[in-house]
C-alpha cells in the first residue's frame, strides 16, 4: 500500500514538473517581447470567416504601428459559428491574449466574472482621443456596475424595427405604405397578395414584435415599457397589446398569409429569392438601399417604432482587453489608433489600396475583386465607422446620417442597467424552458392566444416568475438610485 | 480467425437461423423496416442533393423533387480547394491517428492484460478513473494549448484522441480471454523476447479484437469535429467533418442574428445553399461507410468487456 502510494506520488510529481517547466519556458518567452525595445505583440481575437489575404495586409499594419506604438498585431478570426463556444473556452482557460470582439450577454457575464480589464483609466490615459470619437451613449450604455469594460463599435447607437416590403408588389397594386403603423395596418394588402399572387408568401415568417425594452430578450417575460411607466417592470405577455398582437397574428395565420410551419421553422427567409411581401427588420439608416444592393431587387421599409437606444443596440460590437493581457496599455494603444486613425482603420477594414481596393478622385472607393475573395472583414465588428471611406455608391450623407439617427434616438429605460441573474437562476431555467415551448406558436399566430396565452403566464407563474420580477425590480432600484 | 468463428457456432449447435417460418418472417419483416428507417434518411440526403435550389426554396424537401440538378456538385466543385484540403486533412489524421492509436492502445492494454506486472492493478485502475472522471473541457484546453502547445498543429487533431480508456479496458479483456498464458511461457522458454512475443503471437492472435480497436479509432478520426472546433483556428488544417459543422454553425448563428448577417452580406456569400450542404455529407460520408465492410467481417468473432466463462 505503501510503495502504491510512492508511486502515485511520484508520478504526480514528475507530470507536475514536466507541466510546469513548460509554462514557465512560455512566460519568460512572452515577458521578453515588449521590454528591450522589441515591439510587443499584441493578439487580437475577432469574429468572422478567416480570411487568405490576413498575413498579408497585417504585415502591412505592423510596418505602422512598429513606428506609432512600437507594437505588432497578431489577428486570428474566428469563425462565426465558433465563436460563442470557443472564445468562452480560450476566456474560461485563462489563456494570454490581449484583445477579443465580444457583445450583448457575454460582455456581460464576461465582464461581471472579471475576464475583461476595466478600462476606465486606460480609456483617460492611452485612449483619449478615442474616447472623444466615440458617441457618448454608447459608452454609458455598455456601463457595468459604473465601469467600462470594452471600447464599442461607433456605429448607429439605436435600434429601431421596420416594416420591410417588396417594392416591386407595392408599386404594382399601388399601396400606401406611409400609412402602416401597426399590424393591423397591413391586413388589406396581405388580401390582395394572398388573392393575386399564389407564388408569394404574404408574410416572410417573423414573430410580430411587441415594443417593449426587454431585460434579457423578447422570448422571456420581462420587460419596460417604453412609453408610460417605465420605472416597473412587467411580464409583457399579461400586456393587452400582446393578446390583441397576437390575436391579430393568429388571424393571418388562419387566412394563410403565412407559412403554416411558421412556429417550428428555423429557416432564414432569406431574401435573395423574391417569394415574400413584407417582413419586419431592424433598421439604420440607408438600410434598404443595403437590402436591395443584397437581394438584388428593390426593397422599402416604414418604422414600426421610433428608434431607441437599447442596451443589445450599444452592446452589439465591442472589443474588451482581456484581464489575462500583459501590456493593457499598448493594448489600448492599438484600439485608440484603430478607432481613430483613418489610414489604420481603412487598411484593417479594406485590405491594401490597390491590391483589395482602388480609390477614386472624389476618395470615394471600390472593391477589387481581392477583397471580396481574399480579404473580406466583418465591418461592423471592428471599429469606428465614421472614419472609413465611402463606397461610390454610398450616400455622400452616410456618417452623417448615422449620427443624426443616433441622435434623434430616445434612451430606453434599462439603458445601462444590467441584471444579475445569479439569485434566480433556477427559476429563469425554468422560464427559458417555458418560453422556448409558447412563445415562438403565439408570436407566429400558429395557435389561439385566447386560449394559450393564459396557459403560458400560469405556467411561468408556478415556475416562479415573480421572484424573479421582484428581483429585477429590486436591482433595477438599486441602480436607479445610483445614477444621477 | 475464421475457424474461431465456426468454433463459436458449433458450440452451440442449434443453427441460429433455424426458427419457426412465422417467427422468421415477422423478424425478418422487422428488421426490413427498421433497416430502411435507418437507410432512407441518407437516400432522402442524396435526393436533396441533387434537388435544385429553386425548387427547395419554393416547394421545400421532396423525395420526388420537381426539378433535378448537379449545381450542388457544381457548387463544390467550385470550392474545391478548401474541400480538397479539408478531406486531406480529415484522411491524415484518420490514418496517423488510427494507426498511433491502436499502438497506444494495444500497448497498455497489453501490459495491464499480464499477470507478472507488477503495476497493472495501479495503471488498470488509472485508466479506469478517467472513465469515472474526467478533467472536463477547460482544463482539457489548457493542458493541449498551454502545456502542450500543440494549438494550431494537426497533433492537436491527433493526440488528444489517441488514447481511450474504453477501449484500453476492452483490449485487456480481449487479450486476457483470447492468449492462454502457456502459449507466452513456451515463447519465452524458446528465448523470445517481449518485443517479438507481441507482435508475432500477440499480434496475429488478437487480430479481431485490434481490427474492432482500429474500426472505432477509424470512426472516431473521421467523425470528429469538436477538437478542431477547440484547438485550430487555421483553415488549412480544417478537417471535413469540422467544416461541415461549421457552415451548419455559420447557418444557426445567421438565424440567431438576422440583423447581423443581412448587414454583412459576406456571410451569405460563404455558405452553400440547401443541396450543396446534402452535396458536402453525401461526399463526407460515402468513403467511411464504403470502408465498413472491410471491417464487419471481425466482428462476427465479436466483443466481451468480461462476464464470459469458458
Redesign the interface.
Known sequence: MKK?LM??LAFVLTIGTI?SA??GK?NATSDKEGKDGQPYEIKWYTIG??Q?DTAKVFEEVNKYLKEEINATVKM????????A??SQ??I????PFDIIFTNGTEYVQNSQKGAFLAIDELLNKEGKELKEAIDPSLLEGIKIDGKIYGVPTNKEAARQTVYTFNKRLVDKYNFDISKVQSLEDLEPMLKVIKENEP?ITPMATFKAYLPFDYVFNNEMPFAFAIDGDREHVINQFESDLAMQTYKTMHNYYKAGYLKEDAATS???W????E?WFVRM??S?PYADA??S??AKYDVVSVPAEEPTTFNDSVS?SIQAISATSKNPEKAMGFLNLLNTDPYLRNLVDKGIEGVHYEKNEDGTIKDLPAR?ERY?L???SLGNHFILNLYENDPKDKWEKFKEFNEAAKPAPTLGFHFNSDPVRSELASITNISKEFYPALATGSVDPEEYLPKFNKKLEEAGIDKVLKEIQKQFDEWKSKQK | MKGGGAKILRKKYRDPQHLHPVVNTIISVLLGILAVMCIFPFIYVIIISFTSEESIVRNGFQLFPKDWSIDAYHYLWGMKAQFFHSYGVTIFITIVGTIISVFMITFYAYAISRPQFKYRRFFTFLAFFTMLFSGGLVPTYIVVTQFLGLKNTIWALILPLAMNAFYIIIMRTFFLKSVSESILESARIDGASEWRIFFQIIFPLSLPGIATIALFSTLGYWNDWFTALLYIDEPNLVPLQSLLMKIEANLEFMRQNMDVAIMQQSLFDTIPQESAKMAMVVIATLPIAVSYPFFQKYFISGLTIGGVKE
Open positions: 502504491r508511486l502515485l507541466l513548460c509554462s512560455e470567416t478567416p487568405k486570428t478570426q474566428i469563425d462565426w459559428g465558433d465563436w463556444q470557443k473556452v480560450m474560461n482557460s485563462g489563456e407564388s428555423k429557416d432564414s432569406p431574401m435573395d429569392v417569394n427588420g431592424d439604420q443595403l437590402w444592393r443584397a452589439g471580396i473580406n466583418p465591418t461592423y
